[in-house]
Structures are given as C-alpha cells and as structure tokens.
C-alpha cells in the first residue's frame, strides 16, 4: 500500500507543531526584515559615507548565500562569545537577508515619489520627518507591495535552511520521522501541501492588500 492513512493521522500533530515553528520563523523574520528593509533605505539614500556604508552591507549580505549566513551566526560567533541558539540564530540570518532585499524595494518605491513634494514641503516648513512619514511614505509603500509580498513568499519557501542548525521546523521534522521508519511519501506530501496551501493564503492576503492600499491611495 503507498499511502497509509493511519500512519498520516498519527504524524498530523508533529507536522503541526513543526508548522507553528515554521510560520512563527516566517512572520517573526519578515516583520523584522521590513523594518531593517526601510532603515537600511533611508540610510543608502542619506549622506555619502553613510549611504556607502549601508550600500556595501546590502551588497555583502545579497552576495552570499543564506546557509553561509546562518552558519555564520550559529557557529562562528560563538568563538567571539555571541552564543546564539538556533531558532534565534535562524530568525536573525532571514531577517537580514531579506531586510537586504527589502531595502531596494523600498528604495525604488521611495525614489519613484517626485522629489518636487521634499521641496514643497520645505518650503512649507514641515519637518523632514513629518514630510516621510506622511506624505513620501504613504506614497511609496502601495506600489511596492506585490515585490514584498513575493519576498515573504520567497522566506517562507527558505525556512527549510534552518534545518542545517537543527532547527526542527516543517521539512527537517517530515525527514526525522520519514527515518523513523522509512516511509517518506506521506510526511513528505503533507509538508509539501502545507507549504503549498500557506503560499497561496499569503498570495492572496497580499492581493487583498494590495487593492485595498490602491484604493486608500485614489481617495
């Protein structure tokens, strides 16, 4: 028999809890990444020392692979006595990683605003801050949400990496019981459904976002 639906009611539970790691890896990382995102815009278009700062560890951290980042955070650092465990370790290297990737996205959309609107509000003597939090930024996030949204779909399909630093989410805990026993084939296709049912749930949440950011935008 190929499929066992009983040993697929037994292994549902694990998955489960393997999912909830894996989801809160997702949002907890991605949160942070859109926030470094941001931070890490604004200060590649600020001064020139500072842009080329922040320019060079965008390009640093977009040039080298994830698993290399993660191992770095998990095993090198330890031998500068930063002890990290691996969930915590993880979360940090997909938080910079896609807050990298992030950051162009935000610096497109940021850039794409006319910069007649900086000048026209200082002429009106609002601050600079006032000026990006309520008139650039409202402008600049709509367009760039469908680029983000793929990035949050892009992480969640890299969660699996954290397996490395044994990290027991989704498709690292489908292997683990897959060798209890030698049947691969049902923990195996129910992580590759779950994965795909998420993706298509943080698709659409994305599409719903999206249009409704567009029509706050044409009020």
């Given at each position: 028999?190929?499929?066992?639906?009983?040993?697929?009611?037994?292994?549902?539970?694990?998955?489960?809890?393997?999912?909830?790691v894996?989801?809160?890896?997702?949002?907890?990382?991605?949160?942070?990444?859109?926030?470094?995102g941001?931070?890490?815009?604004?200060l590649?278009?600020?001064?020139p020392?500072?842009?080329?700062?922040?320019?060079?560890?965008?390009?640093?951290?977009?040039?080298?692979?994830?698993?290399?980042?993660?191992?770095?955070?998990?095993?090198?650092l330890?031998?500068?006595?930063?002890?990290?465990?691996?969930?915590t370790?993880?979360?940090?290297?997909?938080?910079?990683?896609?807050?990298?990737?992030?950051?162009?996205?935000?610096r497109?959309?940021?850039?794409?605003?006319?910069?007649g609107?900086?000048?026209?509000?200082?002429?009106?003597?609002?601050?600079?801050?006032?000026?990006?939090?309520?008139?650039?930024?409202?402008q600049?996030?709509?367009?760039?949400?469908?680029?983000?949204?793929?990035y949050?779909?892009?992480?969640?399909?890299?969660?699996?990496?954290?397996?490395?630093?044994?990290?027991?989410?989704?498709?690292?805990t489908?292997?683990?019981?897959?060798?209890?026993?030698?049947r691969?084939?049902?923990?195996?296709?129910?992580?590759?459904?779950?994965?795909?049912?998420?993706?298509?749930?943080?698709?659409?949440?994305?599409?719903?976002?999206?249009?409704?950011?567009?029509?706050r935008?044409?009020?």
């Open positions: 028999m190929i499929w066992n639906w009983e040993y697929t009611i037994e292994i549902l539970p694990v998955l489960a809890r393997a999912a909830i894996t989801i809160e890896a997702t949002f907890l990382s991605f949160f942070i990444a859109l926030v470094l941001l931070v890490l815009a604004v590649r278009m600020s001064g020392i500072v842009g080329w700062l922040a320019s060079a560890f965008v390009e640093l951290v977009r040039s080298t692979p994830l698993l290399i980042q993660i191992f770095f955070l998990f095993f090198v330890p031998r500068f006595g930063i002890v990290l465990d691996a969930f370790a993880g979360i940090i290297a997909l938080s910079i990683h896609y807050g990298c990737y992030c950051s162009e996205v935000y497109a959309g940021l850039e794409a605003v006319p910069r609107q900086w000048e026209a509000c200082t002429a009106l003597n609002v601050s600079s801050w006032h000026t990006f939090k309520n008139i650039i930024l409202p600049a996030i709509p367009p760039i949400v469908p680029a983000l949204g793929n949050l779909v892009a992480l969640f399909k890299d969660t699996p990496l954290l397996s490395a630093i044994a990290v027991l989410e989704l498709v690292q489908a292997k683990n019981l897959g060798s209890e026993n030698f691969y084939t049902e923990p195996m296709t129910i992580v590759g459904v779950a994965f795909l049912v998420l993706s298509l749930v943080s698709a659409v949440a994305i599409r719903w976002l999206e249009r409704r950011l567009n029509r935008s044409v009020r």
